[in-house]
């Protein structure tokens, strides 16, 4: 299984630190994928990064890619309450269908 | 939730019954997909659709049933088959099949009583 494993599954901060959340995952992957869901809501695309990237950046989140350790790390910096949500990586092959892992629960406390 | 929607919202079924789930996109989608998601877990494919009037079964398609008649609606049936169908169902669409980004309807829970 290619399946992607987040860590930790839970993560409390205070506003303003930075959160910074794993997933690691199984085979050889074609990109990997950041989404985040509200409690009680679809899940919305944060990033995606390929396997000859190593890191992107998109606004307060920056994301690196180690395939030579099947991992990657979401980093977001300056947390807000509002960036409290649950949040889950997906791999993808080419001509596979993503597999998501089962998420890090983060809490930003006010 | 970007041009998926997903109906009801909440959904009450009596075991034994047969319920379907809309999803409708407006995003010229080619491809579709279905997910369950149970408490606390990960998202788990059950059917998806890579054009219109062809669907495939994914890794929990027991129980359940999809059409694909229209590019933009792809319903879901939980048959009174599916054991265990109380849980939160999303649908997802991407511009073709394969590692792009998805994009998701905001969910349909289900509860069986």
């Known amino acids: 299984s290619q399946q992607g494993e987040e860590d930790p599954q839970a993560l409390s901060i205070q506003e303003g630190e930075n959160a910074t959340m794993n997933c690691s995952y199984k085979t050889s992957i074609n990109n990997l994928q950041w989404y985040r869901q509200n409690s009680g809501r679809g899940l919305v695309h944060l990033i995606l990064?390929?396997?000859?990237?190593r890191e992107k950046h998109s606004g307060r989140l920056r994301v690196t890619l180690d395939t030579s350790k099947k991992s990657s790390s979401l980093l977001i910096t300056a947390s807000r309450a509002a960036d409290t949500a649950s949040y889950f990586c997906a791999t993808a092959r080419t001509g596979q269908n993503f597999v998501f892992g089962p998420g890090t629960r983060l809490s930003v406390l006010p | 939730d970007g041009g998926i929607t997903q109906s009801p919202k909440y959904l009450f079924r009596k075991e034994g019954q047969n319920v379907t789930l809309s999803c409708e996109q407006n995003l010229n989608h080619d491809a579709m997909y279905w997910y369950r998601q149970d408490p606390g877990q990960g998202l788990r494919l059950i059917y998806y659709s890579q054009i219109v009037n062809d669907f495939q079964k994914g890794d929990i398609a027991e129980g359940y049933s999809v059409s694909r008649e229209k590019k933009e609606s792809f319903p879901l049936t939980v048959t009174s088959a599916q054991k265990n169908p109380t849980a939160f169902y999303l649908c997802?669409?991407?511009?073709?099949?394969?590692?792009?980004?998805?994009?998701f309807g905001p969910g349909t829970r289900l509860t069986v009583l």
């Open positions: 990064i390929r396997s000859n990237e």
């Open positions: 997802a669409s991407s511009p073709q099949y394969g590692g792009n980004e998805q994009f």
